[in-house]
């Protein structure tokens, strides 16, 4: 039973970096701007919070750190693709590419580096329980924080005006600037506020989840990120839930290996992946569910002139 506490606990430890990069992807998608740059922005974001708290031992710092190099990156791109009409799949693969090889040039001097002992955090009393104390109740705020992130989200986006009003600019922009709202600034606000998300898994991927700094250690974390969006239909507490499932997918190669499973560690590797294309395979076989649910406009420039 021990370790199931544990594999729960390593799957929710997981299941966070996915949920924190999805939810700030589902920010941009809801105003109709698609970035598969995720992948680049986690990656500069992870060596800036790492090497924040090396220099300065802050966690906070840290965090501060990838989520300014998130949303530094976010804006570079925001902006091209907003008010430059770039394309947003070109650009996107550009700033993934882009980040790949800045953070591992940046990162050459951190590899053998090594961050403060992490404080254990724990919820008082509950972390006691037998079980689920340490299943539930050991983690690092964050862990919390990304719950109530996801709710406050909901609420957000569908009880309150400022969240109909990105949802208007998702589904039909020209309408939304025919009511005399700024598109193009509410797009890259949503756009900022992504990045600025995808920053913060990043950093916490470095700081936290693996504390320490490996060239690629993000490891296709942000296009599963990306892939979570569509198979949770762009509403957040699916994303939340699916960020966990996929999220003890990958830990299950651990748990598994643990119980002396005679399965190559390759094989095992892959499942993640696996089941992302699983998934999207089984999603793509409905075309009007997806159309129902994705914003009308995704993808799709819009110039107030046009």
């Known amino acids: 039973m021990e370790s199931y506490a544990l594999l729960i606990a390593a799957t929710l430890n997981a299941g966070t970096v996915l949920a924190l990069a999805s939810l700030g992807l589902l920010i941009n998608e809801k105003a109709g701007i698609v970035n598969l740059g995720a992948e680049g922005m986690m990656l500069c974001a992870a060596i800036a919070g790492f090497a924040a708290v090396v220099h300065s031992g802050s966690d906070t710092l840290g965090f501060v750190a990838g989520m300014t190099a998130g949303a530094v ?27 790949a090889g800045f953070s591992a040039f940046a990162g050459i001097s ?32 964050l862990v919390y924080l ?74 296709g974390k942000g296009w599963i990120a990306l892939a979570l969006t569509t198979f949770a239909t762009w509403r957040p507490a699916r994303v939340l839930l699916g960020a966990y499932l996929f999220g003890g997918v990958t830990m299950l190669q651990f748990h598994l290996q643990g119980l002396g499973v005679e399965i190559p560690s390759q094989f095992l590797t892959m499942l993640p992946y696996l089941a992302t294309i699983v998934v999207l395979a089984l999603i793509s076989r409905n075309p009007l569910w997806i159309r129902i649910n994705m914003p009308a406009s995704m993808g799709k420039p819009f110039h107030p002139g046009n």
Do not use: K
């Open 73 to 99: 990156l976010a804006l570079v791109f925001g902006g091209l693709v907003i008010w430059l009409n770039t394309n947003q799949y070109a650009t996107g693969l550009a700033v993934s590419l882009f980040g």
């Open 110 to 141: 951190y590899v053998q580096e090594r961050i403060p002992q992490r404080p254990s955090f724990s919820v008082p009393w509950l972390s006691d329980i037998a079980l689920l104390g340490p299943a539930l109740f050991q983690h690092h705020p």
């Open 146 to 219: 990304t719950v109530l992130l996801a709710l406050g989200m909901i609420w957000f986006l569908y009880r309150t005006r400022a969240g109909l009003v990105l949802r208007c600019v998702g589904e039909s922009p020209e309408a939304a600037h025919a009511l005399g709202y700024p598109v193009r600034r509410i797009r890259l606000l949503a756009v900022l506020c992504g990045g600025a998300l995808c920053g913060l898994a990043g950093a916490y991927v470095a700081i936290v989840y693996t504390p320490l700094w490996v060239e690629g250690m993000v490891a």
